[in-house]
């Protein structure tokens, strides 16, 4: 019997072809699922399960009474790209900055390894722990105003994800819970489900994860591990004020419960509170990467962990074929060693500034319900009646802009808000304006407007 998951796999796969060949177009509705039942032969019900499986994958968005639409999505890895301008899709899903000048300014750094007595020591397999220069580099580029990581603290992972991927191996079983913001980061979700963990949404307010909620979820039953973003929180934006910090800091302690902190928005912050870890150093793994600083191709994850976790963590780096190599390391060292990184910091903090003030400006000050940082590269909008999220993602995929619902930062199951987050790094200056410009005229008109009914 075929599996529920390899129809969705076919399925997606000839979505992401016609996409590309322009046989279908973004925000297309799919046909009923009981119609591709009949064409696969197969029962509805599992028909209804490759459907859940294409929104839960984030190739499409569905809602009741309305139907299921294509996400502006791009083609997997294989499959061509549309590239010509009148069908470029405006991305405003993913939230990695790359500047135009970013590759003047790494180059020269790179060229310092190309020669062959810098490149022969970098071929070998990597360590976790790296060495006595990237742990020293690492840790003035981590360095808060009353906070700065031991050096010898530090281990490496190729991306952020691995390190939390890491985190999650090493510092709890499956079946345990894992206590998470009842809105957050997706792929922490993700990649708990998979390793089997149970996640557990906790409440938030506007300063964060609330306490007395963390409290309550421990006492109906423990939490092992806790997952949050204290920083420019994805997708929300609240930064933790310093007493909320402390708060959670001894309410973990008091109860006994690892925390991994994701600190990867912080370097935003010119003014960045001392993180967790400063209050409960030794329960606290903090976890950042360079794939904002610099870039989600030039990236290394990084984490900060106490000494008694430390060699779990190594551990399961190494298992899990985490560790950053060698002249990835030596990259990255050699860019914070020249400021290339502090550079590039500075610059993206005006881009972000400078691209949510344009998003304000022209949504916020239209009326509409907008929420987040002004340093960030991320807002959460809160969109007007009678816009439902999903149905407002496949409208905006009608004109080629990708967006990002509620429901996929839910922690867990039910309902999520009306809201969409517009992510502002990745499309060009010029193209981010006209494609806030529809977003506006999307939210103001209507769903009835939008004509996807």
């Known amino acids: 019997m075929t599996d529920f998951r390899d129809l969705a796999d076919r399925f997606a796969h000839d979505l992401a072809a016609d996409l590309a060949a322009g046989r279908r177009q973004p925000g297309e509705r799919l046909p009923p699922s009981r119609d591709y039942a009949h064409r696969q032969g197969i029962a509805p019900s599992t028909a209804s399960r490759v459907y859940a499986e294409l929104i839960r994958r984030g ?9 299921t639409f294509l996400r502006a999505t791009p083609a997997p890895p294989g499959l061509p790209a549309r590239e010509t301008h009148a069908d470029a899709i405006t991305d405003l899903e ?4 790359v500047l135009p000048e970013q590759g003047a300014l790494l180059a020269p750094a790179l060229a310092r390894l190309s020669g062959p007595e810098a490149l022969q020591p970098l071929l070998s397999h990597g360590a976790a722990a790296g060495d006595a220069a990237a742990r020293a580099a690492t840790a003035r580029l981590l360095a808060r105003t009353g906070w700065a990581p031991d050096p010898d603290s530090l281990l490496f992972a190729g991306r952020g994800q691995q390190a939390l991927s890491a985190c ?3 510092l709890i079983a499956p079946g345990e819970r894992l206590g998470l913001e009842a809105m957050t980061y997706p792929l922490a979700k993700g990649i708990a489900l998979r390793l089997g963990l149970a996640p557990v949404p906790i409440a938030m307010d506007a300063q964060g994860l609330r306490p007395d909620a963390l409290a309550a979820a421990h006492a109906a039953h423990p939490l092992r591990l806790l997952y949050l973003q204290p920083d420019l929180h994805n997708p929300l934006g609240p930064s933790m004020p310093e007493a909320r910090r ?24 010119e003014d960045i ?4 870890a400063a209050h409960a150093p030794e329960r606290v793994v903090l976890v950042d990467s360079l794939s904002k600083r610099v870039a989600p191709g030039m990236t290394l994850g990084i984490l900060a962990a106490p000494p008694a976790l430390r060699p779990r963590l190594a ?7 985490w560790v950053a190599q060698g002249f990835t390391l030596a990259a990255a060292t050699a860019w914070m060693e020249d400021d290339s990184v502090g550079e590039l910091v500075r610059r993206k903090r005006q881009d972000a500034r ?5 998003a304000r400006g022209l949504l916020g000050g239209a009326g509409l319900s907008l929420r987040g940082d002004p340093r960030a ?4 909008l809160e969109l007007p009646a009678p816009w439902r999220a999903e149905t407002f993602v496949a409208a905006a995929a009608r004109r080629r802009i990708a967006v990002s619902p509620a429901a996929e930062f839910a922690a867990g199951p039910g309902h999520a808000p009306d809201a969409v987050r517009l992510a502002l790094a990745a499309p060009a200056e010029a193209a981010l304006r006209p494609a806030l410009e529809t977003l506006l005229e999307l939210a103001l008109n209507g769903p009835d407007a939008a004509a996807i009914g």
């Open 59 to 67: 190739i499409a968005v569905g809602e009741v009474g309305r139907g």
């Open 94 to 97: 993913v939230n990695f900055s």
């Open 168 to 170: 999650f191996t090493a």
């Open 246 to 269: 402390r708060e959670i800091a001894a309410l973990c302690r008091s109860l006994d419960i690892l925390v991994v902190e994701d600190s990867v928005y912080g370097f935003l912050a």
């Open 273 to 276: 509170l001392p993180p967790l």
């Open 315 to 321: 551990a399961a780096l190494r298992v899990g074929g």
């Open 354 to 358: 400078r691209r949510n003030a344009l």
């Open 377 to 380: 590269y991320h807002l959460w």
